[in-house]
């Protein structure tokens, strides 16, 4: 996983107004994203991310029955 994606966790989870649950989720959904895009682009950069590969995505989570709430973490 890419440092600002753990870094990212990370600031997440020493909130102290967050669940280890909620954690978990924002966690997994991260993690299904940097997939897609690494499977998509061929690349580790997410700054190579386009709105094309995002848009992307969240058909493939509207396609795959995904409650509204993930779409709106990612």
Known sequence: MLSYVKEFLSSIEK???INEDTFLVYKRNI???????REKNKDDNLTHVT???IESYLTQLADSGFSNSSPNRV
């Open 15 to 17: 909130k102290k107004d």
């Open 51 to 53: 709105k094309d590969d």
């Open 31 to 37: 993690e299904k994203y940097s997939a897609f895009i």
